[in-house]
Structures are given as C-alpha cells and as structure tokens.
C-alpha cells in the first residue's frame, strides 16, 4: 500500500486508530529503555520506528512530542541543555508534517490569531537592526520562529475536536506523572517543591507553569467522554497538590483565575470547585510535613514584604528602559543585556541592586518585558494577537452552542480557561519563551478552525411543516 493510499485511509476513517494508538506505545517503551542505555540512542530508536507515523498520521505523533512536554527542561542531550528530546522529536515532526502536506496537497491554514503572531515575530526578527547585541537578539528571534512554527504546525495537526481532546488528555496525565514524582521528594525542612529527573532541576516557577494550564482545562472538560472521563479529576488532585508545594504565587493564582473563568461560563463547574476545595483543604495536611506548611503559608502570605521575590523592583528596571526608548524598544532578546545599565539609573531596593550587581535578569513579566524589548509597537502586536485567540474561542464556543456540539463547546471553554490562566501567570513569569504555551495556543487555533469549518459546512435550518388542518371547502 502507498503512503498516499495510507493517508487516504487516515483521511476517510478507515483505519482504525487503536492499533496505531499501541504501536505508538509500543516504540515509546523501547525508545525510553534505549534512552537509559544512552540518550542519543533512545532518540534514534523513537526516530526510526516512529518516522513512518509522523508523515501517515501526524496527530498522533503530536500526541508523542505532547507527552514528552512536561519533561521538557529535564531531557536534556548535552550538559550544557542546548540539545533536549523535544527539540529533537520536534523537528522530525515538523520534517514530517511537511511531506504529508505535500503528499496530501493540503494547505497551511492561519487563524486570524495566528496572522497576528506572525506580524509579532517579524517585528521581533527587524528589532534586531537597533539590537545593543545583534547575535543575542538574533539567537532569540530565532527561538521565537521555532516556537511559532511548532504553533503552526500543531494547529494545522489538530483537525477533529477528538485530536485536540487527546493532546489535553495526554498533557494531563503526563502532567499527573510529573506531579507524582514531585510529591515522592517532598523535603520536611520546608523549602520549595521543583522537580529533579535525571539529575537535572527545574525552576519551580517554571515547574508551576507546567502544572498549572492542563489542571484548569481538566476541570472544564469534566467527565466528557463518558464514565471514564472522571479520572481527569481524579489527575488534578496531585497537580493541585504539587502546585502549592511550588510555593509559586503566580501559578496559584493563575489556576484560581482559570478556574473561575470557567465557573463562571459553566456555573455547574462552581459546585465541582467547592467540593475539591474542601477536599483539598482536608488532605493537604494530612500529606505534608507541618515544617513545609509553615513555611509556605508564610511565603503565600509575605507577598508584599519581599517584594513579589524582587519582582517588583525588575520591573521598575523595565520601566527605566521604556521610559528610555518608548517605541522600538531594546530589541528582541535583549532585556538582560540591557538589565545592569538601567539598574543603575532605576529607583530599586538598595539590597536587590547589591545582590544582582551583574544584572543580566529576565524581565518576568510578557507585557512589561515585551514593551522594553519591542515597544509600544510590539506591545500592540502582542495584545492584538491575544485578543484575537480570545476572540475566537469565545465564538467558536458560541457557535457550538448553536449547533449542539457539546465537545467544541467545553473544548473551546476549557481552552478560555487556559487562556485566562496564560494571562494571568504571564504577568509573573516569562511564559512566551516556552513551548508549553504555543502548544496551548496551537490547541485554541485549532478549537477556531474546527468550529469555522463546522458552521460553514451546517446546512440552514428547514423549518418542520406546519401541523394545522386545513379545511377545504366543497
């Protein structure tokens, strides 16, 4: 059989996805055991079994790039972290996703949302003409394509609301696994939960930010998909755990915003949030060491004392640079060049100038970052490109509705709630640099075309013919 009668099969349903479904299994369990012999070889056996699939079907090799996500900042090839498994299944994806385009003469689709974030990343790319330090700025921009394509492509992957459904389910249950190994490392002295694997640390803010948005879209997603669809909730609970443990502020209130833009689009949600709350509040210290509940509650509660953890005094460095160069900003990439001379000029903690003396910090902040490195020409662009995927959850759920499609409907309001979430953490964090969040971004552009395209192709509605008699007279 040919590869273009194989696509054909994919494309009118006569394959069956389950045995695809465990050959994938199947390859992701030799690849791992291969990985623990030697990292390069467990990337080659994954590439050269799983090759075939990322050109036949490309969804589900998404849904292999997906799982690996949340281990992202620990699967690093080299020492120096250049090099990570993700990258490397994410090129052949993409290398993959191309010859199926072309097999298949499918063409690349572009929400509006999309559009605007490709005009974002080229006035990024033409930053680099008034960059301080063009190589820096350049080697961002770069990164910035990367992540852009890896939207693109994942968009035009997901093309049924059941693709998008399994990346957010395969995300969860990655997530929860990740979870779970955090909570075996909880340390009784009190400090801060991150995750370690393989002898590599992560940031725990950035630990936060992958716990956060798959535990916001499980709980909006709810049971859908049947009996056994509970067992997303059942997912959450040591996500939430876990979080918390983080002792990551921005991502404690960013799954609170989530949640409530859910509750308060879906009202039954608000009775599920009451309960797990309780529920939350009742197991937690029973699980955790009252040394590390002290400590924690202590951080939540000393927000303002310790000046959001410098936070507050970073982004009065970035003001120094706006206030400097409003319109083009620094150039792309280039805030922690930037950093030490503006530090010096910014009305900071004396404490806080003395203890980062060398500057080179990030901005940890999207917006305020965006605005020193790009503008208020950038900021625009970016507001613009994030409103638009607001935009077109937001109709893409209404239209539905409309239709009676339950599944677009609560993948489109559990999408809002990430969306709201990405929002919210990004005000803390430098969320636009990682790959998680253009892959929640791909997943709401692919939520919008699945939903234009439906409407498009749902027929007028014919009205029924009337029931009346009607009396002829001889």
Known sequence: M?????????RNGGTAAAPWLAAGALVLAVGLGAFFVH??????VLGLFAAPLFVVAPQYAFLLFVALLPFDAVSSLQSEGGVTITRLIGLALFAGWILHLVIERKRVRLTRGARRLCVFVAFAGVSVLWAGDPSVSLRAVITLVQLLLLAVMGSNVLREPRDVQRVVDVLLASTAIVAVLMLGEVNPAGHRLTFTFGGETVNANYVAATLVFPAVAAVALGSAGGAWGWWRFAAVAPIAIALFLTGSRGGAVALIGGLLVVAAVRRRVGVRLAIGGVLLATVLPLMVPQATMDKLTSRYSAAEEDRLSGRMDIWRVAMAMVEDRPLQGQAYGGFADAFYQYMLTAKVDPEFGRMHSRGNRAAHNIYLGTLAELG???IVLLGAALLAHWRGLWRARLAALRRGDETTARLALALLGVFASVLIFGATIDLL???????????????TFIAVRRSAGTPAPVRAPSRRRVRVRP
């Not at 040919?2 to 994919?10: E, P, R």
């Not at 990292?39 to 080659?44: T, V, W």
């Not at 990682?434 to 939520?447: C, P, Q, S, Y």
């Open 376 to 378: 208020i020409v950038g």
């Open 39 to 44: 990292p390069l070889l467990g990337a080659a």
């Open 2 to 10: 040919t590869s273009t009668a194989t696509l054909g099969q994919w």
């Open 433 to 447: 640099g990682t790959k998680a969040t253009w892959i929640w971004l791909a997943t709401m552009e692919a939520v």
